[in-house]
């Protein structure tokens, strides 16, 4: 048991790294693509890379049986717009250098999540996890009425896109991949059309003439899917409750990356805010700790 949970910790940390550290280095380096193509293609790539796994592990049981049920299918489709907001809003940070803000977004999601599983799930809530979300809204206040100019949209967007993201999935309680690649099955008609529209009219960089080009790109398909494998395992291992603490490698790296490697300005006001947020983390994560 100890070996498993062990096994999950790392599972778990290495894709919250991932996403963090390898996620942003090579969305940020293939952005010059622009970041409309880029999501086109993180969506074509990402369902190419599904259907070889569902195949490869043998799931295809799993995803004919979620296919005949509507409601499944319904909530899968509302989950599928709330990816595609969340990856073409995060590769959209990234590209125009906003990863500390898009890091924003990863630090208050977790919280926000605990908010919505109280409104919609009637989950209880103690003291500590009351005072968190006060401290995400404290922050948020604050950003508007000192300076709406520093408030972090496209980090407030991936949070509340992410959180509703994963209170849809927890509805219908469906295998984390197989339900992905539904998702990604009713993107895939809007890329495809997409991603014509741009080769028509020559703005494409994805061109057969140059497959070292073609390869990079396709990577965004494995860059998405990896990360995710590693991180459900560890979940499955060591329980949510780790695992959430864990993943704040994420918007951890991502903001080291922003402000120490990019170069990202970061202002005195954005720097209150966060702190206010980092406390709220603190509070969370010691909290998690000891109920789990």
Not at 162 to 170: A, D, E, P, Q
Request: contains cysteine; aromatic residues 20%.
């Amino acid at each position: 048991m100890n070996k498993n949970f062990n096994k999950g910790l790392l599972s778990a940390g290495f894709g919250s790294f991932w996403w963090g550290f390898f996620g942003v280095i090579y969305f940020k380096y293939i952005s010059f693509i622009g970041h409309i193509e880029l999501v086109i293609h993180r969506c074509l790539w990402t369902t190419f890379t599904l259907v070889i796994t569902t195949f490869l592990f043998s799931k295809g049981d799993i995803f004919l049986d979620i296919v005949k049920q509507k409601k499944k299918l319904f909530y899968l489709f509302i989950s599928g717009f709330l990816i595609f907001i969340n990856w073409g809003v995060w590769i959209y940070a990234i590209a125009t250098n906003r990863i500390i803000d898009a890091s924003f977004g990863y630090f208050i999601m977790p919280i926000l999540s605990v908010m919505l599983g109280y409104i919609f799930f009637k989950e209880v809530l103690n003291k500590k996890r009351i005072f968190s979300i006060s401290l995400v809204v404290v922050s948020i206040l604050y950003l508007i009425i000192v300076s709406f100019k520093s408030l972090p949209l496209v980090g407030i967007i991936v949070a509340l896109s992410w959180s509703f993201y994963n209170l849809v999935r927890k509805k219908i309680n469906v295998d984390t991949d197989v339900g992905l690649l539904i998702e990604s099955l009713f993107i895939l008609p809007f890329a495809l059309i997409s991603f014509y529209i741009i080769a028509r009219n020559g703005f494409n960089d994805f061109q057969i003439s140059n497959p070292s080009m073609m390869l990079l790109i396709f990577l965004a398909g494995p860059m998405t899917v990896i990360p995710l494998f590693l991180y459900v395992r560890g979940v499955e291992l060591c329980g949510l409750g780790p695992s959430g603490m864990i993943f704040y490698i994420t918007p951890t790296f991502q903001f080291l990356l922003g402000y120490f490697y990019y170069n990202e300005p970061f202002s005195f006001v954005k720097l209150v805010s966060f702190i206010f947020i980092w406390i709220a983390v603190i509070i969370y994560l010691k909290d998690l700790h000891e109920t789990n």
